[in-house]
Nanobody
């Protein structure tokens, strides 16, 4: 599985960003996808995950109501719409894929991208 993220950047608190992840090399029907993040010196934390086809979505409590995960069923691109960003959202965000959503939400997926930096000031 190859995952490539984009869309990170620097924003002020209260701002918005949308992350994208282009995936290739796997069978969509056998995987869940999602995002986890890691700030310097801190543990990985799951942010959101989605079952292929979008039937189920899961969010970390810290982002509920602010972040939305979605997937374009036509090409499989994964998105994370982030609104009302807070300084504590600052981290490297990784796109992830795994047969088990729990692995993604624990920040331990079988496949991940190289990450995209989000900085909120």
């Amino acid at each position: 599985v190859q995952l490539v993220e984009s869309g990170g950047g620097s924003v002020q608190a209260g701002g918005s960003l949308t992350l994208s992840c282009i995936a290739s090399g796997y069978t969509f029907s056998s995987c869940g996808m999602g995002w986890y993040r890691q700030a310097p010196g801190k543990e990985r934390k799951g942010v959101a995950a989605i079952t292929i086809g979008g039937g189920r979505k899961y969010y970390a409590d810290s982002v509920k109501g602010r972040f939305t995960i979605s997937q374009d069923n036509a090409d499989g691109t994964l998105y994370l719409q982030m609104n009302n960003l807070k300084p504590e959202d600052t981290a490297m965000y990784f796109c992830a894929a795994d047969a088990m959503l729990g692995s993604i939400l624990r920040g331990l997926p079988s496949s991940r991208g190289r990450g995209t930096q989000v900085t909120v000031s």
